[in-house]
């Protein structure tokens, strides 16, 4: 039986959810490791890139959340067999990705750094949120491919939950819901599904 282990810090988002997501609905025993934001100076000696997730496959450490996504996700059939729907779905997840990079820059930030980086991150992603409110309704207004669940609804589901949670000083709480609603309605979608409402019970 293949060992899994996903280390991340210890939240319920960022690039390590949807690789959770995706291990859960596969039904797939693995080790959640989470540590805490002050250890991460010590953890990440011990990765290639000096970041997270990284994943333990028997022993290999495998990273890029992206591929992660694609390899789990296949295997939990949240990945589109027809290419030009894994196209649209690889599409999603990229552009997830620049939303992730962009606020990954701020993280370490504080005072009026922060302050003046998260302001200026704004309309940026505001143009990403349009482009994902758009996409997803050119493929019919549930999912973003395949039309059924796919490893990118999950990629935006995270994503969207920690856009719209207020947590994030300085970016509008009401930023989703200002320039990408179908967005919030996809949330609700992704979370009524049953593998996902088991997940965080």
């Not at 789990?72 to 990229?94: R, T, W």
């Not at 490893?151 to 589901?157: G, R, S, W």
């Not at 949670?165 to 970016?171: A, K, N």
Request: with cysteine; proline share 4%.
């Amino acid at each position: 039986m293949t060992k899994i282990k996903v280390t991340y810090f210890d939240i319920n988002g960022g690039r390590a959810e949807p690789i959770r997501l995706a291990l859960h609905c596969l039904g797939q025993d693995f080790e959640d490791h989470r540590f805490p934001f002050s250890e991460f100076a010590e953890i990440r000696k011990g990765t290639p890139f000096g970041q997270v997730p990284v994943v333990d496959l028997d022993g290999e450490q495998i990273t890029q959340s992206n591929a992660l996504c694609r390899y789990f996700g296949k295997q939990a059939g949240l990945y589109p067999e027809d290419d030009y729907q894994a196209l649209l779905c690889d599409e999603v997840m990229d552009v997830v990705e620049d939303i992730s990079h962009k606020l990954s820059a701020t993280m370490t930030m504080t005072g009026d750094a922060l302050k003046n980086a998260r302001e200026q991150l704004v309309e940026p992603l505001a143009t990403y949120l349009r482009w994902l409110n758009t996409r997803l309704i050119k493929q019919g207004g549930e999912y973003f491919a395949d039309n059924r669940l796919t490893i990118a609804d999950l990629k935006v589901f995270v994503m969207v939950q920690w856009l719209s949670s207020g947590m994030l000083d300085h970016l509008p709480a009401a930023l989703v819901q200002e320039n990408a609603p179908e967005l919030l309605l996809h949330l609700k979608r992704v979370t009524e599904q049953p593998q996902i409402q088991s997940y965080y019970r």
